[in-house]
């Protein structure tokens, strides 16, 4: 993705991908006792843990525009060349991000040059493929997330540096607040709304008669009470593996 890919993806995004708690607290325990944080891919600012020093790196300007008043300093930039000095901070983060990089080596690298250890958010493909909206509705979506760069790639990478990577699962709750693709996984009647669906870069990205035609089929499946009757035990749940995976060295 270009420098400023979310020049048009990213309007709205804070307003839709809120930090939510339940994930921050997976994501704070994996950061320890680091003291400094380096947020790669920052975009609106989600999951910075308050109460350490934090540097920003994110490449668009839209998103910069969204980071809320008071929130950590921010520089424009990409991973693949982090303007900071070698191991200047101890820890380095990246949250839902890597998929988006065009180098992920160079942009791990990087990270491992300049951070004691990383902490990574991405997602497994082999478990995100049976979500039921992608299998379901958005199969097209799943096909392009297989050559992103996500859990395998981003462990293979790792290894491949001399790191020792721990992968652990990330639910997601029922009540998710951070819009991401999979947040809606118990509230199917808000992946219709398109404001919910411009704040995920999978959907978005599709072919948008191809995205119609699926969400036509998915307001039809609620209404007959098909939905229902296929996942309607997952009403049950309270959170739900999606293969969401933080992985940390
Ligand atoms: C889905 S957003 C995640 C933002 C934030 N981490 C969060 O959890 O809300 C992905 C972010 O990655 C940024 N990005 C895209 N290419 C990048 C690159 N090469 N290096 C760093 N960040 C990049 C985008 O601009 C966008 O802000």
Do not use: K
Not at 12 to 41: E, Q, W
């Amino acid at each position: 993705m270009s420098d400023d890919g979310y020049a048009t993806l990213g309007r709205g995004y804070a307003r839709l991908r809120r930090p939510d708690p339940r994930i921050a607290r997976v994501i704070a325990d994996a950061l320890g006792p680091a003291r400094s944080v380096l947020n790669v891919g920052a975009g609106a600012g989600s999951y910075e843990p308050a109460g350490r020093r934090v540097l920003a790196v994110e490449p668009s300007a839209t998103m910069i525009a969204q980071r809320p008043e008071g929130s950590a300093p921010v520089v424009r930039a990409v991973a693949e060349r982090l303007p900071v000095a070698d191991r200047s901070f101890d820890a380095g983060l990246a949250v839902l991000t890597t998929h988006h990089w065009t180098d992920l080596a160079a942009g791990l690298a990087e990270l491992r040059r300049v951070c004691g250890r990383q902490v990574v958010l991405t997602w497994d493909t082999a478990v995100s493929d049976r979500f039921w909206l992608v299998e379901r509705y958005v199969p097209e979506m799943g096909r392009r997330e297989r050559s992103l760069a996500t859990l395998d790639a981003a462990l293979d990478v790792l290894r491949g540096l001399g790191a020792r990577p721990e992968v652990i699962p990330v639910p997601v709750p029922a009540d998710c607040v951070d819009g991401f693709t999979g947040a809606y996984w118990r509230r199917p009647e808000a992946y219709l709304r398109p404001e919910v669906r411009a704040a995920m870069s999978g959907l978005t990205l599709l072919d948008q008669r191809y995205l119609a035609t699926a969400m036509d089929r998915l307001a039809d499946d609620l209404a007959t009470g098909r939905w229902h009757d296929e996942h309607g035990h997952l009403l049950e749940l309270d959170s739900i593996d999606l293969g969401y995976r933080l992985v940390t060295t």
